[in-house]
Nanobody, 124 residues
Framework: QVQLVESGGGLVQAGGSLRLSCAASGRTFSSNTMGWFRQAPGKEREFVSAISRSGVSTYYADSVKGRFAISRDNAKNTVYLQMNNLKPEDTAVYYC?????????????????WGQGTQVTVSS
């Protein structure tokens, strides 16, 4: 079992930056592919970014490529999402997720564990 706790959300003006963190419990963190998803009101949960177990491979949605950066520290059981040049359309609840396999990185169904989410609001 893996428990995930996100932090770092908040209110920021357009063009600003935020860094989300996701702390994982358990001794299996380094064996999980990690991902970030987001869900805006009235919309489906959508893929934002993912990172392989070692951190060597990263993946991004087209909408955030070049603005967001995912990283992980396996010694600290933590995955990060650095978000720069934020836009109002980035407003959503951001969720951290862990996957035991790396078959479907871009789909919510590919993940086994989820955090409670952290709100990110970008004002124009």
């Amino acid at each position: 079992q893996v428990q995930l706790v996100e932090s770092g959300g908040g209110l920021v003006q357009a063009g600003g930056s935020l860094r989300l963190s996701c702390a994982a419990s358990g001794r299996t963190f380094s064996s999980n592919t990690m991902g970030w998803f987001r869900q805006a009101p009235g919309k489906e949960r959508e893929f934002v970014s993912a990172i392989s177990r070692s951190g060597v491979s990263t993946y991004y949605a087209d909408s955030v490529k070049g603005r967001f950066a995912i990283s992980r520290d396996n010694a600290k059981n933590t995955v990060y999402l650095q978000m720069n040049n934020l836009k109002p359309e980035d407003t959503a609840v951001y969720y951290c997720a862990a996957a035991k396999t790396a078959i479907t990185l871009r789909a919510p169904g590919g993940y086994d564990y989820w955090g409670q989410g952290t709100q990110v609001t970008v004002s124009s």
